[in-house]
């Protein structure tokens, strides 16, 4: 048996050693995963808003009076 | 006390501050935690020699016992960031308690899947109602509460305000997993490191595990502030610091 299929036997112990290492990787990838993917569902939302706020708007510098600032709707 | 420090604490505590300081440390607490991760991992599977008793099974110990510190510890956290928010109504402890939550769950998951799978071949059974193993799967349920809590309400700063309040009476939890082998005399070992005294294993194997440690605790840290960030843009929704940075990562 060679250094790399006696290291991937873990001495007999295999079956349990590597799952546990597979559990512990799966979690953390998924943790770091699941916020990245909320932040970019919640920057298109915000972007979305932004936009149907601008929209309503008085578009600024056709002679009139300078645009207020947008009302913010929001907590 | 230094005038500087509770002013610094005051600005930093304000969601723009941290969103660029946290912006600016997530990158560095996330490639620690991947290099430092990486050492441990080749010291403890590959140069920790075989243990005498349990063979190859215990490597397990070198992501058992980190995961589980990390539960206690994040729970700790989460407990004293729910007490500033409760007396203080600051914005950023609310955040940083109720998104400790899902990482303290996950540290608590992995701690509870890994041990029973080590159980399994050493002890012959996959779970048992010792105390050490029924507290830490309180300490999980606690940990969901607090999520679930959250969530339950319309209103998210209510909903974080009740969620802290129950964090703060589940802390009661955290001294009976550590102190729990020591009070009950039951399956699971006792503790084989000790903080202020001879620790009961080799330098060998001590090493990847404190290394390890080190690694779960700059990833605690990365993902943290990863996810204070998403949840500051959210609470600050309408504001125009959060607007400028919705637009600049659009231009990108």
């Known amino acids: 048996m060679n250094a ?9 112990y295999a079956a349990y050693v590597w799952p546990a290492y597979a559990v512990f990787f799966i979690v953390l990838i998924a943790d770091t995963i699941a916020p990245r993917l909320r932040r970019q569902r919640l920057l298109r939302e915000l972007r979305a808003r932004f936009a149907r706020q601008s929209a309503r708007q008085p578009r600024a510098g056709n002679g009139s009076s300078p645009t207020p600032p947008a009302a913010i709707d929001g907590q | 006390m230094a005038n500087w420090i509770p002013l610094w604490l005051h600005r930093l505590s304000s969601p723009p501050t941290f969103y660029r300081f946290a912006g600016t440390l997530q990158p560095w607490a996330m490639t620690l935690a991947l290099l430092l991760g990486a050492i441990a991992l080749y010291g403890g599977l590959v140069l920790a020699p075989a243990d005498y008793q349990q063979g190859d099974a215990y490597r397990i110990i070198f992501i058992h016992v980190p995961s589980a510190w990390m539960s206690m510890f994040i729970y700790a956290v989460m407990g004293v960031a729910s007490f500033i928010a409760l007396v203080w109504r600051i914005k950023l402890a609310e955040v940083v308690a109720m998104e400790s939550a899902p990482i303290g769950a996950a540290f608590t998951f992995i701690t509870l899947v890994t041990g029973s799978l080590w159980g399994k071949p050493m002890w012959g059974t996959w779970w048992t109602w010792d105390a050490r193993l029924t507290s830490e799967l309180v300490l999980l349920f606690l ?5 679930g809590l959250y969530r339950a309400f319309e209103d998210r700063r209510q909903g974080a305000r009740a969620a802290a309040f129950l964090a703060i009476i589940g802390i009661i939890n955290v001294p009976i997993v550590h102190f729990s082998v020591n009070w009950w005399n039951t399956l699971h070992q006792g503790s084989t490191v000790n903080v202020f005294g001879q620790s009961k294993m080799s330098w060998d194997m001590l090493w990847p595990l404190l290394t390890m440690t080190l690694a779960t605790k700059f990833y605690y840290a990365a993902s943290l502030f990863r996810r204070a ?6 609470l600050e929704g309408g504001k125009d610091w959060v607007r400028q940075i919705a637009q600049d990562e659009d231009a990108r």
């Not at chain 1, 790399?4 to 007999?12: C, D, E, K, N, T």
């Not at chain 2, 960030?229 to 959210?234: G, K, P, S, V, Y």
């Open chain 2, 143 to 147: 940990f969901l509460g607090v999520i």
């Open chain 2, 229 to 234: 960030r998403t949840d500051l843009l959210a």
């Open chain 1, 4 to 12: 790399v299929q006696s290291f991937l036997a873990m001495g007999g």
